[in-house]
């Protein structure tokens, strides 16, 4: 008799966990990556810009993720070094080499525009240690969100699952930066959980992948959307 009940009981709890979490965070937390079956998905209005300004048939927003999820695909390792140059090899790279690799996908030189602003304005950039240096500086997380928040279009940094009027804010190609507690920037992708929340490209250790941005419970600091 017991083991009937435990049959019975068990399937029904796992079940009811399932229900009270359908956002699936707990289940990625655990290791299991996958949207909770029960979930209602929910559809979000792609608002991203449609330019094109490389003329290559996609938005220049898709072209940024499209570049940047390369870094996923041949799981670019996480390696902090620094580079006579600036660039890194191919092979490795740390989360802010996920930006401006993707902005390489709409044609946009992202060291060179930070550069040129880091040396006409130093001050504004609190993560310069005495002098610009062009061989690390555009890598530094604190660095590009300075830029962003000079240059890109400031968004809302609250994140709400199941809501469309906010959900919608979130778009392909927009830069999430991280500051407290850790210094990380990644790429938000095209893909949507269920819950409407999108993906996330990043790399941190051991290499670069794509993940439920909801997933990160670190406050966001800034979230921006370049001027294409």
Not at 19 to 30: A, C, K, P, Q, V
Request: net charge neutral.
């Amino acid at each position: 008799m017991k083991k009937k009940l435990i049959f019975i009981i068990v399937p029904f709890v796992f079940l009811i966990f399932l229900f009270l979490y359908r956002d699936g965070l707990i289940l990625e937390h655990i290791g299991i990556k996958v949207d909770n079956p029960f979930a209602k998905r929910i559809d979000v209005p792609q608002t991203f810009s449609q330019t094109d300004k490389n003329n290559n048939g996609v938005p220049d927003a898709l072209d940024i993720v499209y570049e940047a999820r390369k870094e996923v695909k041949q799981k670019t390792r996480y390696q902090s070094a620094y580079y006579a140059g600036g660039y890194p090899p191919d092979s490795e790279g740390v989360c802010t080499d996920v930006v401006w690799r993707g902005f390489l996908g709409a044609n946009i030189t992202l060291k060179d525009l930070m550069d040129e602003d880091i040396a006409e304005n130093t001050k504004q950039y609190w993560r310069i240690d005495g002098k610009a240096d062009p061989n690390i500086d555009f890598r530094r997380v604190p660095n590009q969100f300075v830029y962003f928040e000079r240059f890109a279009e400031s968004l809302t940094t609250e994140l709400i699952p199941y809501d469309i009027e906010n959900l919608q804010q979130w778009q392909p190609g927009d830069i999430v930066v991280f500051l407290d507690g850790f210094h990380h920037v990644g790429i938000v992708s095209e893909k949507r959980a269920k819950d409407g929340t999108p993906y996330f490209i990043h790399n941190t250790k051991p290499f670069a992948a794509e993940v439920k941005l909801s997933s990160i419970k670190t406050p966001i600091a800034g979230h921006y959307r370049w001027k294409y």
